[in-house]
């Protein structure tokens, strides 16, 4: 057999193993770009303290998950102008919120609660990450994320910071379905409100400037404040003073009914007062005598001392009885409104019934219009004039309250991004390293190429060896021979192919006469001279059995061969072993020509051209 | 699309030519041994004409497209210079989004101020990408980063490249500057967004008010400004409270003292009646609203008398300030709110009774007065002195606080282009043409191999 050689192994497949690594290798790569994704990652921090607890500033659960909710997500698709290409819940799906615990906290609330000792701690640091396609792009995995979060910051802050929007009462306001006092009183409600809102947030950001407007709640309240002063009193002092109405009948209707209102609401206000005030008598009448009321020192919680008692139970602790005081003040408070209340709609009603003394008769009392529309002339003009004062004032309210959205929403993305901070801004990174994996993919084939080249090398030496080697000389088999003239069927064969065939002839008469071994021994002889006698000659040795050897050579000649073999024939006869055997054998040489180019025509044609040889005895 | 096509050809057909030569060596070794192997490379011509002819040609070819298709591809680098930048946001406060550099504003503003023309938003969008400079480890604490310089990338399609790609670059960089400081930069429009009324037509009170609304609009943005800057001394040698404490001044003085006294003392109005009734009006409503504050006022007092001895008493805990310093305090009861809450609705009916007691006073002032022209035009003199005395005052506000934007932003946003430089192309071209020269050499001394 073969001795095992690495090199000759590779040398033989180098090619087909070059060939397929490198395709394989562009198989992987491909594969890999394919099937990768791009996953864009950002770490938020809540800023507010009440996070690591939780819970929002307004003391509700904070709910990371909100991140990905359908509420921010459609938003995302909105602004992105991706409505029926992407469809929410599959943006919701990319998502992902890895929570970063903080190690010291996290051992300290476990030691705390080995201790038995409530502790409350939840991660406020979050990784944020959006997965994109390798066909969408690292760029859409960004900006995907950077537009959740941008809305998301806005949203929170909406929701748990700013909580109170300034709500445009007028919007779309049908004027026809009001009467002037009605109307106007409407706005000096929403201005009031609005006005509400804006000095609550000049309390918690007085120097706060909308970029995008350009102006502070503070200018805003001013603002409000002057067309309330100035135009919307003016417009309620020429509605009183000319009784400008749509219907005076309705009019003073709704306000009768509304006293009406009020004195039912009343009633039922002085019945609540009543059983409020009887609760209070009862209940201090109870605490009394169960000793409750003698409070000491002595009842003071050690707790109070604890500082973080007031960070961990916020809230209303107000007791019983001063809710029992404050609801006994608060139904005062809203019947004595009601009785203001009622004052002012007689007001109106005497404002609107009252003769201004133009009439004779004072016919206006019993009419259905009012008397400056009975008897002033400008009625109808005062009436467009304060038409047109309206819808200019609501124009003009309509804008403010335009330019208040837009720095109110400005306000709630400046909220977001102060009470949530960015660690570290949006990194996109492919979910697998395609370079990498390709040239470790690459090694791992070439070595595994190599290690298939060697084994099927080795097994194909030990096939050799076993069925297509004679054992005694190490030649090619009979078998071998036969399965290359198969194979050489129906090929033809290269120029300068030469066969030769030498047969010992009387191998038989050597086995009688002397043994088997000295016959085998003649064959390894023959074995031996061929193979010195060949040497670095394209040849290829076949043992056909019964002492006939086939030598198959490449890139050679008739000639070139006979004279190898007659060297063959020297040799032999100079041999040192069994000189006293006469040795017969017969040579047969055919080189391929035209009418020989196939193997078998080859092969008949050195047997046709055997001639008898025989060495010498000394 | 064909230039970068064509651009690659050469450097197949390089790249065929140097592995066809190494595997002919290669293969044609096998029949020399290895001193004839050593004998032919020593016998290697390194400067053959024909090597050199070709060299040339292909390297002529290849520097012609490369310098065509290098054009088409093109980057800036957005750095963002303000304070604010480090902490991801943008200078107004608001969370940084990257992906606004090249979004459709922007670059609609870019085709408008280019004037370029046959390309759509679309179109040219899809020819930008925008990167992080550097970008940070999420999964690593100590290799987080907040990105402020941002790469912008522009490589020319079909429907883009009759278009410069410097320009085009220059344009997008310019115009996502103009977009940002007007969007998130400081605002310094203050009131000239406003039409200004006709002061002819307002009623002299309302002048005053109107007066008072917009110098407190500037002193808002002068105390909003010191609030930021306080020390900031402008070009003139003023500060942002310096200019507060004029406009304070001024506002006391011109508006509040002179504007409004000489308008009461000679109780000038345009409409004497309506403005009389208007202000009755108010009075009315302030009235009931006084009503309302007044019973508040009187509920709460009745509700501290309700308490009952028992229940409000109070004991001394130890409890801590702001500051954290421990003090004995006493126990908070239902009456202390009460307490305070008749405090503020008290100070509420003082307050509507000052209201009420000023129209009054205007309202006797212009019912007692007789017709003053001389009053009305020197009324009318001073209001339009007060008027320019504020355009002034806005003026300088605004350049005061430009000055300031200027000193804190650094300019806000940086912009470098890195276009096709010439020294970038040479290199390329070098490498072409080594590599060409490789694979020629090769097929060279290829060919003196025997076949057999």
Not at chain 1, 431 to 454: M, Q, R
Request: net charge negative; aromatic share 12%; glycine share 4%.
């Amino acid at each position: 057999m073969n001795n095992f050689q690495v090199f000759r192994y590779l040398k033989k497949l180098l090619p087909i193993i070059v060939v397929l690594c490198v395709v394989a290798t562009y198989a992987i790569n491909f594969k890999l770009k394919s099937s990768n994704t791009y996953v864009a990652s950002e770490v938020i921090h809540y800023n507010d303290p009440a996070a690591e607890q939780g819970v929002t500033p307004i003391g509700s659960k904070l709910d990371v998950n909100e991140i990905k909710s359908s509420a921010v997500m459609s938003k995302v698709v909105e602004r992105m102008g991706l409505t029926g290409v992407y469809s929410v819940d599959s943006l919701i799906s990319r998502v992902s919120i890895t929570p970063l615990p903080d190690a010291d906290k996290v051992a300290q609330k476990e030691a705390k609660l080995e201790e038995g000792e409530e502790y409350i701690y939840e991660p406020s640091t979050y990784i944020v990450s959006f997965t994109a396609t390798n066909y969408e792009g690292s760029v859409f995995a960004r900006t995907i994320l950077d537009e959740t979060l941008d809305v998301y910051f806005a949203e929170y802050s909406q929701k748990y910071v700013n909580v109170a929007p300034a709500n445009n009462v007028i919007d779309n306001i049908e004027s026809e379905n009001y009467d002037y006092i009605e109307l106007v009183e409407l706005i000096d409600t929403g201005v009031d409100q609005t006005l509400s809102t804006l000095y609550q947030r000049m309390e918690q950001n007085p120097y706060y400037r909308a970029t995008g407007t350009g102006v502070s709640f503070s200018d805003l309240a001013d603002d409000f404040n002057y067309l309330r002063s100035v135009r919307l009193s003016s417009l309620f002092s020429k509605i009183y003073k000319y009784q400008i109405t749509k219907n005076k009948t309705v009019l003073v209707s709704d306000y009768t009914t509304r006293i009406d209102n009020n004195s039912i609401q009343n009633t039922k206000e002085e019945s609540i007062i009543k059983d409020t005030v009887g609760v209070i008598n009862a209940y201090v009448e109870k605490m009394r005598e169960s000793g409750n009321t003698n409070i000491t020192y002595e009842y003071i919680l050690d707790t109070v001392h604890d500082k973080n008692l007031l960070e961990v139970a916020p809230g209303d602790q107000t007791v019983t009885y001063d809710e029992l005081i404050y609801s006994w003040r608060d139904h005062n408070e809203s019947k004595e409104h009601l009785i203001i209340d009622t004052a002012y709609s007689h007001y109106i009603i005497d404002t609107f019934s009252a003769c201004t003394g133009k009439c004779h008769n004072k016919e206006c009392l019993s009419s259905s219009k009012t008397c400056t529309e009975i008897y002033n002339a400008n009625y109808d003009k005062i009436k467009t004039e304060i038409d047109n004062e309206i819808k200019s004032l609501i124009t003009d309210l309509s804008t403010l309250y335009n330019t208040t959205m837009k720095t109110n929403d400005e306000y709630n993305q400046y909220l977001g991004a102060s009470y949530i901070s960015v660690l570290s801004s949006a990194s996109v990174k492919p979910s697998v390293n395609v370079g990498l994996y390709t040239i470790i993919a690459f090694f791992f084939l070439l070595i595994l190429c190599c290690g298939g080249a060697i084994v099927l090398g080795r097994v194909n030496d030990i096939i050799n060896y076993i069925f297509y080697t004679d054992h005694l000389t190490e030649f090619n088999n009979r078998a071998y021979f036969d399965k290359y003239l198969k194979s050489m069927e129906k090929k033809l064969l290269d120029d300068g192919t030469v066969y030769a065939m030498v047969d010992i002839s009387n191998l038989i008469h050597i086995n009688t006469e002397y043994n088997r071994q000295v016959g085998d021994d003649i064959i390894k002889i023959f074995t031996s001279f061929l193979k010195e006698a060949f040497g670095k000659t394209k040849a290829d040795f076949i043992y056909n059995g019964n002492g006939s050897f086939v030598i198959l050579i490449k890139d050679s000649d008739y000639i070139t061969v006979e004279d190898i073999l007659r060297i063959f024939s020297l040799r032999l006869n100079e041999r040192e072993e069994y000189k006293n055997i006469r040795l017969e054998y017969k040579i047969g040489i055919a080189e391929n020509f035209r009418e020989n180019q196939t193997a078998r025509m080859l092969l008949s044609e050195a047997i046709k051209n055997k001639k008898e040889f025989v060495s010498q005895i000394i | 699309m064909i230039i970068s096509l064509l651009q690659k050809i050469p450097v197949l057909i390089v790249g065929i030519l140097l592995i066809v030569g190494a595997l002919t060596i290669y293969f044609r070794s096998k029949n020399v041994t290895k001193a004839e192997f050593v004998k032919i490379l020593k016998a290697t011509k390194f400067l053959q004409v024909g090597i050199l002819i070709f060299l040339v040609l292909f390297t002529g070819v290849f520097g012609v497209l490369n310098h065509i298709e290098s054009k088409h591809f093109v980057s800036a680098v957005v750095s963002l210079n303000y304070s604010e930048a480090s902490l991801a946001q943008n200078s107004n406060g608001t969370r940084y989004n990257m992906s606004e550099i090249i979004c459709d504003e922007v670059i609609e503003k870019a085709i408008e101020k280019g004037a370029l023309e046959d390309v759509t938003v679309k179109e040219l969008k899809e020819c930008l990408s925008v990167y992080p400079y550097v970008q940070g480890d999420v999964n690593d604490k100590a290799n987080y980063h907040i990105s402020t310089e941002f790469v912008v990338e522009y490589y020319a399609s079909k429907h883009t490249e009759h278009l410069n790609s410097e320009n085009v670059i220059a344009l997008i960089a310019s115009a996502y500057k103009d977009y940002y400081i007007e969007k998130y930069t400081d605002n310094f429009s203050l009131t000239e967004q406003e039409e200004k009324p006709d002061f002819t037509k307002m009623e002299y009170m309302d002048i005053v008010t109107y007066f008072n609304k917009e110098t407190t609009s500037v002193l808002n943005y002068l105390y909003g400004m010191a609030e930021k800057g306080s020390s900031f001394v402008t070009e003139n040698d003023t500060t942002f409270n310096s200019i507060a404490g004029k406009v304070f001044q001024f506002k006391e003085t011109q508006i509040e003292q002179n504007l409004k006294s000489l308008i009461l003392q000679h109780g000038i109005a345009k409409d004497k009646s309506s403005y009389i009734d208007r202000l009755a009006y108010q009075n009315k409503n302030t009235d009931f609203d006084k009503q309302k504050n007044y019973v508040s006022f009187n509920l709460c007092n009745d509700a501290i008398d309700m308490y009952s001895e028992e229940m409000t008493r109070v004991v001394l805990v130890p409890t801590w300030d702001g500051s954290g310093k421990y003090y004995m305090g006493r126990t908070k009861v239902g009456v202390d709110e009460l307490s305070v809450l008749a405090t503020g609705f008290s100070d509420s009916v003082a307050s509507n009774n000052k209201e009420i007691m000023d129209n009054e006073l205007i309202i006797n002032k212009i019912k007692s007065a007789n017709t003053n022209a001389s009053a009305n035009a020197q009324a009318d003199a001073l209001i339009e002195l007060i008027d320019k005395s504020i355009d002034n005052f806005t003026t300088e506000a605004i350049k005061a606080g430009r000055e300031y934007s200027n000193y804190t932003m650094n300019q806000c946003i940086a912009v470098s282009i890195t276009g096709a430089s010439l020294f970038r192309e040479l290199k390329a071209v070098a490498a072409f043409a080594l590599l060409t020269y490789a694979a020629l050499l090769l097929i060279s001394i290829s060919k003196k191999f025997p076949k057999f």
